[in-house]
């Protein structure tokens, strides 16, 4: 089994920044994408970001230039800074992870965090 665990949601104000985590831990063998999704209020899940082994990033539009994902191999830990944060972004924020275990393939998420933007 595959445990991701995120950290650092919370409440921040319009142009503000906060910086969330996720750490991955369990049966994993290889990690290709890990990247953190969002969900508001009656909307669809959607990307926000992801972050490949080599390092290559994806951002979604509304979020490039504000937002940073990042990730730390050795510890199978993604960051996402974001910073200049608007209401629009309320959302809560998922983390997810597409690999290899021992045998099979794995596409895990986290619980979520949620992260507030008050105007």
């Known amino acids: 089994q595959v445990q991701l665990v995120e950290s650092g949601g919370g409440l921040v104000q319009a142009g503000g920044s906060l910086r969330v985590s996720c750490a991955a831990s369990g049966s994993i063998f290889s990690i290709s994408v890990m990247g953190w999704y969002r969900q508001a209020p009656g909307k669809q899940r959607e990307l926000v970001a992801s972050i490949g082994s080599g390092g290559s990033t994806n951002y979604a539009d509304s979020v490039k230039d504000r937002f940073t994902i990042s990730r730390d191999n050795a510890k199978n830990t993604v960051y996402l800074q974001m910073n200049s944060l608007k209401p629009e972004d309320t959302a809560v924020y998922y983390c997810?992870?597409?690999?290899?275990?021992?045998?099979?393939?794995?596409?895990?998420w986290g619980q979520g965090t949620l992260v507030t933007v008050s105007s």
């Open positions: 997810n992870l597409r690999g290899w275990g021992p045998v099979n393939p794995l596409n895990a």
